[in-house]
């Protein structure tokens, strides 16, 4: 990486003899190895099917936040600057030249997932998915009735939390609870950072409920 490869054009010349060409056509097929060498497979390496040429990874030059040109007939994969989760670092985009309007597609982020159980994902076009879990009791426990409380996101949204929705949980040892439970949020709640909850349920077999929320 980071080569700058020798290659003079214009050879052969017409009034030259090929003594005097030889040199440099000598460096411009050498360079040509080389470059192809860069990211490729270069000549014969293939291993008993044409591979000669494929990728063997992809380096794509970082465009500083300056989104490029777009060009007619084509779709462009490209690098640029981006900040996420307080961590600014390169992302992956894609451009089409062919649609109206905004066509710049973002696909990745930087510091853009956990996997934890109360974690988060980054979704290409810019929407961001949370989950996890929350107790309705002070140590998961739940006497019937009704509870409530607060989720904080683990990640803030940056600009806008649209939907929170919320599944029941209960012991899976032994039978299932009798009547139904419902977590609900407090749509009026949701907010970049969490959202108020209020869980229902005459059973005391219910110890939780999951959670996802979707914004961006």
């Given at each position: 990486?980071?080569?700058?490869y020798?290659?003079?054009?214009?050879?052969p010349?017409?009034?030259?003899?090929p003594?005097q060409?030889?040199?440099?056509?000598?460096?411009?097929?050498?360079?040509?190895?080389?470059?192809?060498?860069?990211?490729?497979?270069?000549?014969g390496?293939?291993?008993?099917?044409?591979t000669?040429?494929?990728h063997?990874?992809?380096?794509?030059k970082?465009?500083g936040?300056?989104?490029?040109?777009?060009?007619?007939g084509?779709?462009?994969?490209?690098?640029?600057?981006?900040?996420?989760?307080?961590?600014?670092?390169?992302?992956?985009?894609?451009?089409s030249?062919?649609?109206?309007?905004?066509t710049?597609?973002?696909?990745?982020?930087?510091?853009?997932?956990?996997?934890a159980?109360?974690?988060y994902?980054?979704?290409?076009?810019?929407?961001?998915?949370?989950?996890?879990f929350?107790?309705?009791?002070?140590s998961g426990?739940?006497?019937?009735?009704?509870?409530?409380?607060t989720v904080?996101?683990?990640?803030?949204?940056?600009?806008?939390?649209?939907?929170?929705?919320?599944?029941?949980?209960?012991n899976?040892?032994?039978?299932?609870?009798?009547?139904?439970?419902?977590?609900?949020?407090?749509?009026?709640?949701v907010?970049?950072?969490?959202?108020?909850?209020?869980?229902?349920?005459?059973?005391?077999?219910?110890?939780?409920f999951?959670?996802?929320?979707?914004?961006?």
């Amino acid at each position: 990486m980071a080569t700058n490869y020798t290659y003079t054009t214009g050879i052969p010349v017409a009034t030259n003899t090929p003594a005097q060409d030889q040199p440099n056509m000598a460096v411009n097929t050498t360079s040509v190895s080389q470059i192809l060498s860069t990211d490729h497979l270069t000549f014969g390496a293939a291993t008993g099917a044409l591979t000669d040429g494929m990728h063997t990874v992809i380096h794509l030059k970082d465009n500083g936040g300056v989104t490029p040109p777009k060009v007619a007939g084509t779709g462009e994969v490209y690098s640029n600057d981006v900040t996420f989760n307080a961590k600014t670092d390169g992302a992956l985009f894609y451009q089409s030249s062919t649609l109206a309007g905004n066509t710049e597609i973002q696909i990745t982020a930087p510091k853009a997932y956990s996997s934890a159980l109360n974690g988060y994902s980054f979704l290409p076009g810019g929407s961001i998915i949370q989950w996890g879990f929350e107790n309705t009791g002070s140590s998961g426990s739940f006497a019937g009735g009704s509870a409530s409380g607060t989720v904080t996101f683990p990640l803030v949204y940056p600009n806008n939390a649209w939907m929170v929705v919320c599944t029941p949980y209960w012991n899976t040892a032994g039978t299932a609870p009798s009547v139904a439970g419902s977590a609900t949020p407090n749509g009026t709640s949701v907010t970049t950072t969490g959202f108020e909850w209020q869980f229902n349920s005459t059973s005391n077999k219910y110890r939780g409920f999951y959670w996802y929320s979707i914004g961006n």
